[in-house]
């Protein structure tokens, strides 16, 4: 059973009978303690401080030290900001992101909160995996909780992933397609992904799954390949 902090109140309430009713002595003890129950509080926060479902700012950036991804990106995430008139599964009225005072022209460098975090999920499942398609597809739903995954083995070193039934945003995807989220066997490339447009089921013949459904139900995918492998 873990032992809570103690609070200043509660550790005046230790003092003996023989000397709680002097005011002076009471005084120099809260004084005293007030400063451990601080230091007691803030140890007591570090776990959620350091959480990576609830870390923020610079505590993320500790987090992601330590899992091995930076927020920072060694290449711009080309396709993510927002465009008029786009058909770009990548852009659009709630898909697109605004453009920053001081981001460049060419792509985003610098992931926001969420989607560092995000981020950091796919680089611990990438960490955990054992290399197999069964530790594929829970690496992956680490990634995506509540998506259903659908990994088609080609027979030829090539693979597709489909991700049916999440929504995901423009930057996600572009951290997929760059490479960044990397759940594959080594020396297996990843022809493209399929991707729901409206983060529904995948289209498919005399299928009903939760990932793959048919006529009326099933979305038609965006093919969406790889554009860089890191």
Same mark, same amino acid.
């Given at each position: 059973m873990p032992i809570l902090p103690y609070t200043v109140p509660e550790y005046v309430g230790?003092?003996?009978?023989?000397?709680?009713?002097r005011p002076r002595f009471v005084d120099t003890v809260s004084l005293s303690v007030s400063i451990?129950?601080?230091?007691? !509080? /803030?140890?007591?926060?570090?776990?959620?401080?350091? !959480? /990576? !479902?609830?870390?923020? +700012?610079?505590?993320l950036d500790a987090v992601g030290l330590w899992v091995g991804i930076s927020r920072y990106l060694r290449l711009p995430l080309e396709g993510v900001y927002f465009t008029w008139d786009s058909l770009n599964l990548e852009e659009g009225w709630n898909a697109g992101n605004w453009i920053a005072p001081y981001d460049p022209v060419s792509g985003l460098t610098v992931l926001s909160d969420a989607d560092y975090r995000f981020?950091?999920?796919?680089?611990?499942?990438?960490?955990?995996? !054992?290399?197999?398609i069964p530790g594929a597809y829970a690496a992956w739903a680490e990634v995506f909780p509540?998506?259903?995954?659908v990994i088609q083995d080609n027979q030829d070193m090539s693979m597709e992933v489909g991700i049916a039934n999440a929504t995901l945003s423009s930057v996600q995807i572009?951290?997929?397609?760059? +490479?960044?989220?990397?759940?594959? #066997?080594?020396?297996?490339?990843?022809?493209?992904?399929?991707?729901? #447009?409206g983060g529904g089921s995948l289209f498919a013949w005399d299928c009903d799954t939760a990932a793959l459904k048919g006529w009326n139900?099933?979305?038609?995918?965006?093919?969406?390949? #790889?554009?860089l492998s890191l």
């Open positions: 230790l003092i003996t009978s023989e000397h709680a009713q451990q129950s601080q230091l007691q !509080d /803030v140890l007591a926060s570090m776990p959620v401080d350091y !959480d /990576v !479902d609830t870390a923020i +700012g610079l505590q981020l950091i999920r796919g680089k611990i499942a990438s960490n955990s995996w !054992d290399g197999s509540g998506a259903q995954i572009a951290l997929i397609r760059g +490479g960044y989220i990397n759940l594959k #066997p080594e020396g297996v490339r990843i022809t493209y992904y399929a991707i729901p #447009p139900i099933g979305e038609w995918v965006v093919e969406a390949p #790889p554009t």
